[in-house]
């Protein structure tokens, strides 16, 4: 007997979710109709799918390699209903998208809002962390990441250049004076960003594009995993910072902050790009939704209006 769509689709989100109780609450049903579809899909394929214990859902062998193709089975089952629904105009479903809590909160949010009014048969479910979440989990159709990609099987859609500012407080500077070269850094206050894996060590490239990076090692009152948290420390001028100019710009303009100059130098800009996983076939829901970003997120950005300008090649 051919296993049902509904306890496939149940299967995956248990497994995702690692409980029972997870996936029933993902899914909007109750824990017993989430309980009864494994237990009947178990049954029918005469398989122990699941092993079960007090706080942990892990997939048998057998479950694993059902999960895995029962993956590749319903994304090619959303993929023909997506072409079926374009033919007639409409798109739906589900797209599950992450991003980093600052630039998600500050300029994604509006575009996603403007992508649902013009496709209202579409659902996003948004997760704002600056960690970055595993995309091949299964959890999320696409990501929005700030940094460099690396070695990875994830595709990616490059939308620009993340550029970063050495800023602080027009009091901080008052006090302390502006360094003048990168080994002056030493002698100053600098708040490290906890996510970034170099921890206190600040990136500088030549600002005319040539020669070699530079790594400084440097301390300070405060390291955070938050860039919220390391823009107010850097307006109550606890020190400096070097923080994405999307998140520095509304403080510049408004005169909270200062962006300081270091002659020949400028902190190393990121990427800004949106990744998935290598599917096969990459729903049509998902490449609209890439498309609507990679029209909106285009360079130049306003946010890097207020900063001096510079190489800026990531």
């Known amino acids: 007997m051919r296993p049902d769509i509904d306890a496939l689709a149940t299967l995956i989100q248990v497994v995702d979710c690692g409980t029972i109780t997870g996936a029933a609450a993902r899914m909007g ?5 989430v309980s009864k579809r494994m237990a009947q ?15 942990k859902v892990t997939p048998t062998e057998s479950g694993a390699l059902l999960v895995a193709r029962a993956r590749a089975l319903l994304a090619q089952l959303d993929t023909v209903a997506d072409e079926v629904m374009a ?3 409409a798109l739906s479903g589900q797209l599950r998208l992450a991003a980093p809590l600052s630039f998600g909160a500050r300029h994604l949010g509006p575009l996603i809002a403007g992508f649902l009014r013009d496709y209202p048969g579409i659902e996003v479910a948004l997760d704002f962390d600056d960690r970055h979440v595993d995309l091949l989990s299964g959890q999320y159709d696409l990501a929005l990441r700030i940094g460099r990609l690396g070695d ?5 859609r490059r939308l620009g250049t993340s550029r970063r500012a050495l800023c602080c407080s027009p009091d901080y500077v008052a006090r302390h004076g502006a360094p003048g070269a990168l080994e002056a850094l030493a002698g100053h206050s600098c708040l490290g960003y906890a996510n970034a894996s170099s921890g206190h060590i600040w990136r500088f490239i030549p600002a005319d594009g040539g020669g070699e990076a530079r790594s400084l090692v440097l301390g300070g009152r405060l390291t955070a995993n938050s860039g919220e948290a390391l823009l107010e420390a850097a307006r109550a001028g606890i020190g400096l910072v070097v923080l994405p100019t999307f998140l520095l710009s509304a403080e510049v303009r408004a005169g909270a902050l200062v962006p300081l100059q270091i002659p020949g130098w400028m902190p190393e800009p990121d990427t800004i790009q949106l990744v998935w996983p290598p599917a096969a076939a990459l729903p049509l829901k998902a490449r609209t939704l890439i498309e609507h970003l990679a029209a909106r997120l285009r360079e130049p950005f306003d946010w890097d209006a207020p900063f001096p300008l510079g190489h800026a090649a990531a």
């Open 29 to 33: 049903l109750a824990k017993s109709v």
């Open 41 to 55: 899909l178990e049954a029918q394929l005469s398989a122990k799918l699941l092993h079960r214990a007090p706080r």
């Open 87 to 89: 033919r007639s105009g």
């Open 152 to 156: 990875s099987t994830l595709r990616a």
